[in-house]
């Protein structure tokens, strides 16, 4: 009897201490001791002094580094911008006026404030120190600015512990490509295409596609998801070895992959909030009723910058599946110890 308490004990402090381990840091905190970051409604927004001649340069400088030129919602982002640009500069945001109307470099709606202060095409929004509301942000020439623009604030989608990138790359890539283009966002460079394997991560992300203005008119969006088909357990599996997770969000009638050769089969996020398989080799979705043919793109959505609160988590995790795998010896060797058979 004592020892079974003893294992029940022990199983208690170990699940308590994974627990802990797997705490979500908040923004401040993923971003505590960096003077040139802050957080605002959710979002990483960080300054950048590398001097940019084109609104372009800068926003290809953010794609590289995991994010996109700040879009603008909430005078408390400006605000807080602000409070970070050194006296009497300015830096560029991500709101252009490409001629059709604003837009966004991150792909979202331009809100109707924001839209009000850039009306003259090819110019861009910048904030400039001392800008204190959306209603004082100026505009200047996206290619051949009046002033120099020292500065440019890039922003990114925060969650549990890690930034989310939402691409649109020129050319859709297959599922292997993306996870490429993936690898190369972070510091280092440790980016992987995203894992939706909680209900949370799920939620979060369905919330950022909705707000997403689509380009071309798609049907709908394709993301890439780390998961395949295990051809060895016959299951679908997350792509980070060693990680496992029972949540699953697939679309009704799927997984549907008897046409796919079991060796090519992937999965993506739908912009309808749910998973569908593909084979990781195509880089589009088309459909054609009669006449009509709609080719939807398959979209880049990486994590990166990935952190943990308790740097122990994954030994801790490997320590209670050895436990699990091996309970009922030590269960027998405990009742040894208390010298019961």
């Given at each position: 009897?004592?020892?079974?308490?003893?294992?029940?004990?022990?199983?208690?402090?170990?699940?308590?201490?994974?627990?802990?381990?797997?705490?979500?840091?908040?923004?401040?905190?993923?971003?505590?001791?960096?003077?040139?970051?802050?957080?605002?409604?959710g979002?990483?927004?960080?300054?950048?002094?590398?001097?940019?001649?084109?609104?372009?340069?800068?926003?290809?400088?953010?794609?590289?580094k995991?994010g996109?030129?700040?879009?603008?919602?909430?005078?408390?982002?400006?605000?807080?911008?602000?409070?970070?640009?050194?006296?009497?500069?300015?830096?560029?945001?991500?709101?252009?006026?490409?001629?059709t109307?604003?837009?966004?470099?991150?792909?979202?709606?331009?809100?109707?404030?924001?839209?009000a202060?850039?009306?003259?095409?090819?110019?861009?929004?910048?904030?400039?120190?001392?800008?204190?509301?959306?209603?004082?942000?100026?505009?200047?020439?996206?290619?051949?600015?009046?002033?120099?623009?020292?500065?440019?604030?890039?922003?990114?989608?925060?969650?549990?512990?890690?930034?989310?990138?939402?691409?649109?790359?020129?050319?859709?890539?297959?599922?292997?490509?993306?996870?490429?283009?993936?690898?190369?966002?972070?510091?280092?460079?440790?980016?992987?295409?995203?894992?939706?394997d909680?209900?949370?991560?799920?939620?979060f992300?369905?919330?950022?596609?909705?707000?997403?203005?689509?380009?071309?008119?798609?049907e709908?969006?394709?993301?890439?998801?780390?998961?395949?088909?295990?051809?060895?357990?016959?299951?679908?599996?997350?792509?980070?070895?060693?990680?496992?997770s029972?949540?699953?969000?697939?679309?009704?009638?799927?997984p549907?992959?008897?046409?796919?050769?079991?060796?090519?089969?992937?999965?993506?996020?739908?912009?309808?909030?749910?998973?569908?398989?593909?084979?990781?080799?195509?880089?589009?979705?088309?459909?054609?009723?009669?006449?009509?043919?709609?080719?939807?793109?398959?979209?880049?959505?990486?994590?990166f910058?990935?952190?943990?609160?308790?740097?122990?988590?994954?030994?801790?995790?490997?320590?209670?599946q050895?436990?699990?795998?091996?309970?009922?010896?030590?269960?027998k060797?405990?009742?040894?110890?208390?010298?019961?058979?």
């Amino acid at each position: 009897m004592m020892g079974k308490i003893s294992i029940i004990v022990f199983f208690c402090i170990i699940a308590v201490t994974i627990i802990e381990a797997k705490k979500s840091l908040t923004c401040d905190e993923y971003i505590a001791g960096n003077p040139m970051q802050v957080c605002v409604d959710g979002y990483i927004f960080e300054r950048n002094d590398e001097a940019m001649v084109t609104w372009q340069d800068a926003e290809d400088v953010c794609k590289g580094k995991g994010g996109h030129l700040a879009s603008v919602t909430s005078d408390s982002q400006v605000i807080a911008m602000e409070m970070l640009l050194p006296t009497g500069e300015q830096a560029w945001l991500g709101t252009v006026q490409a001629g059709t109307g604003p837009l966004n470099a991150d792909n979202t709606e331009v809100t109707t404030d924001v839209a009000a202060q850039i009306t003259t095409v090819d110019n861009a929004l910048v904030i400039v120190d001392g800008d204190m509301a959306i209603a004082d942000l100026v505009e200047l020439n996206a290619a051949t600015p009046a002033t120099p623009v020292n500065h440019f604030f890039c922003k990114y989608n925060y969650f549990h512990n890690r930034k989310i990138y939402f691409g649109f790359p020129d050319t859709a890539l297959n599922q292997p490509d993306t996870a490429t283009a993936c690898e190369m966002l972070g510091e280092p460079k440790d980016g992987r295409i995203i894992q939706i394997d909680s209900g949370k991560l799920q939620n979060f992300v369905n919330a950022e596609v909705d707000r997403l203005v689509e380009k071309a008119d798609p049907e709908e969006y394709l993301f890439w998801i780390n998961m395949k088909y295990s051809e060895t357990t016959m299951k679908y599996k997350w792509g980070v070895e060693g990680t496992y997770s029972p949540f699953r969000k697939w679309c009704t009638a799927q997984p549907d992959d008897d046409v796919i050769d079991a060796a090519d089969r992937c999965v993506a996020l739908t912009d309808a909030g749910c998973w569908k398989v593909y084979a990781c080799s195509v880089t589009s979705d088309t459909i054609t009723i009669g006449t009509d043919t709609t080719i939807n793109p398959f979209l880049t959505m990486c994590e990166f910058d990935i952190r943990e609160s308790n740097p122990t988590k994954h030994e801790l995790f490997t320590l209670i599946q050895v436990l699990r795998a091996n309970v009922n010896e030590i269960t027998k060797d405990c009742k040894r110890c208390k010298g019961v058979e």
